[in-house]
């Protein structure tokens, strides 16, 4: 894939989490001399540290949406709003356009097909990479599929008749119903009632769904980018870390201003012929610098990993050890954000 064009090309990625060694990765791959800064000191302390290891295409879907945020009334209870953020009137303007994108009349359906074809581009660049780079390229996947439960019949038609089912049987991996008996043979460790006495309106067991062939399944977000970083180093990738860029530097105006380098923390400048912002939650208050303004507003994740002492009947992809998922606070103040990593052990 190396190109004559690419090879005298620089880049610089600012941002050490999966996007930016990905980004990384890729262009070194295509023969682009790649200089990646990251403000912390190691790659992948932020988002790409711990997150849920998910990898669910199936479930993608715009979180802009009336009818999801009405079925997720407990994952709203649990999203968190200071008073500095009631505030800002850069959380009212993302307030806005989220509003915007679940009323405007068929903004929902477009949000949803984007999503879809996104993940399904992403599941097929993951199956690709693990052809192609097999255990290089680990990410400690375990779980295979996801198990939706039902507890009405209505409610198992309707997803029968969603975009969601409909788009999955059309790219070659229908979901297929199940019978309670069937997820009770598939999942021996969980009997009939703890799976009835799941759903809190006591409702009965009334089945379920899963994709056949399968495309979710788990993953470790920092075994995947710990490789990632040993491939760019292996491509001759620079990888600074400590060097935060504080300032994206720029020369002429109008339509004729451009990039002219990035000035780190510790008083460098970096140039190259492309620039990547790959900085997280960093990317909007570096962008605004130079009029660029995402459409996006901070929520911070609290995630909890605990040691399974007692037998829960929990399957662990950590093996001893559980991650619980707590509250979700929107974030002003980012320059003073740090993360925290909490393993409990009593
Ligand atoms: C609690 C939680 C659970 C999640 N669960 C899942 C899940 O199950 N499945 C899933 O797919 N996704 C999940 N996500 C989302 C996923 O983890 C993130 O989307 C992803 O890690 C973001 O990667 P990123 O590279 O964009 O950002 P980050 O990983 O945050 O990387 C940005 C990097 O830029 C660096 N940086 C910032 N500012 C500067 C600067 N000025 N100069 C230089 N470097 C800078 C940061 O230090 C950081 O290393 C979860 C996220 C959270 C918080």
């Given at each position: ?15 050490g989490?999966?996007?930016?060694l990905?980004?990384?990765?890729h262009?070194?791959?295509?023969g682009?001399?790649v200089?990646?800064l ?9 988002a790409s540290y711990i997150?849920g ?7 993608t879907?715009?979180w ?6 009405s079925?997720?009334?407990?994952e ?9 953020v009631?505030?800002?009137h850069?959380?009212?303007r993302w ?8 009323l ?16 399904l581009?992403s599941m097929k660049?993951?199956?690709n990479?693990e ?15 996801t198990?939706?439960l039902y ?5 198992l038609?309707?997803?029968?008749k969603s975009?969601?089912a ?6 070659g991996?229908p979901?297929?119903?199940l019978?309670p ?16 006495t ?5 409702r009965?067991?009334v089945?379920g769904v ?14 995947f ?13 620079t ?6 860029v504080k300032?994206?530097?720029t020369?002429g ?6 990039i002219?380098g ?12 492309i620039?990547v912002?790959?900085?997280g939650?960093?990317v909007n208050?570096l962008?605004r610098?130079?009029g660029?303004?995402l459409?996006?507003y ?7 990993t ?5 037998n ?5 992809a950590?093996?001893s ?8 606070q ?6 003073s954000?740090?993360?925290t ?5 009593h």
């Amino acid at each position: 894939m190396m190109s004559e064009n690419n090879k005298n090309k620089s880049v610089v990625v600012v941002g050490g989490g999966i996007m930016g060694l990905g980004t990384a990765f890729h262009l070194s791959e295509r023969g682009y001399r790649v200089t990646l800064l990251e403000k912390q000191k190691d790659v992948a302390k932020v988002a790409s540290y711990i997150n849920g290891a998910m990898i669910c295409p199936s479930m993608t879907a715009s979180w802009a949406s009336l009818s999801l945020l009405s079925k997720n009334k407990g994952e709203l209870r649990r999203i968190q709003l200071s008073r500095d953020v009631v505030t800002d009137h850069k959380f009212w303007r993302w307030g806005l356009w989220f509003t915007y994108n679940c009323l405007w009349p068929g903004k929902v359906q477009q949000n949803d097909a984007a999503q879809q074809q996104l993940g399904l581009y992403s599941m097929k660049c993951l199956q690709n990479l693990e052809e192609v780079y097999g255990e290089t390229l680990s990410h400690n996947k375990t779980a295979s599929n996801t198990l939706r439960l039902y507890y009405t019949e209505e409610d198992l038609k309707k997803f029968f008749k969603s975009s969601q089912a409909k788009f999955w049987e059309k790219n070659g991996h229908p979901f297929v119903k199940l019978s309670p008996e069937e997820i009770k043979d598939m999942l021996p460790s969980l009997d009939q009632q703890n799976l009835e006495t799941y759903h809190p309106s006591g409702r009965n067991l009334v089945g379920g769904v899963i994709n056949k062939p399968a495309i979710d399944s788990s993953g470790d977000i920092h075994e995947f980018c710990q490789n990632l970083k040993k491939l760019c180093l292996k491509n001759d990738v620079t990888i600074k870390t400590d060097t935060g860029v504080k300032e994206i530097l720029t020369e002429g105006y109008g339509k004729n201003r451009v990039i002219s380098g990035v000035l780190c923390q510790n008083g460098k400048i970096e140039t190259g012929d492309i620039y990547v912002l790959a900085a997280g939650i960093m990317v909007n208050p570096l962008g605004r610098t130079i009029g660029v303004n995402l459409p996006i507003y901070p929520l911070k994740g609290n995630v909890v990993t605990v040691p399974l002492k007692v037998n829960y009947n929990v399957i662990s992809a950590m093996g001893s050890y559980v991650r619980v998922w707590g509250i979700c606070q929107f974030i002003r103040n980012l320059w003073s954000l740090t993360s925290t990593v909490l393993i409990m052990d009593h």
